[in-house]
């Protein structure tokens, strides 16, 4: 297994209980071929650039140890849920 941090921005807009179905889901992932380290939720924030007209997000911060499989499956849900904006995931090196 090796660790990764993923950051998410979700949709402004997005209700609480919402986002937190939404990052139970992601997490469910994770945890089906590994464990969640961290997650630390950063809040709203402020935007380098518009993204589809929207000048803020909602931030969060997790830090996992997974297969790389896990993480393939993660990323391809993460593109297609409503609510996210915009996530990335990095592989951190030994």
Request: glycine share 6%.
């Amino acid at each position: 297994m090796r660790e990764y941090e993923i950051v998410m921005i979700f949709e402004p807009s997005l209700e609480e209980e919402k986002r937190k179905q939404l990052m139970e889901r992601l997490q469910g992932i994770i945890v089906a071929d590994g464990k969640v380290l961290e997650v630390n939720e950063w809040g709203m924030r402020k935007l380098a650039y518009l993204i589809n007209d929207i000048p803020e997000g909602y931030y969060v911060y997790t830090k996992a140890e997974a297969t790389p499989a896990a993480m393939k499956e993660y990323d391809r849900v993460a593109k297609i849920l409503d609510g996210i904006m915009r996530h990335m995931i990095v592989k951190i090196e030994d």
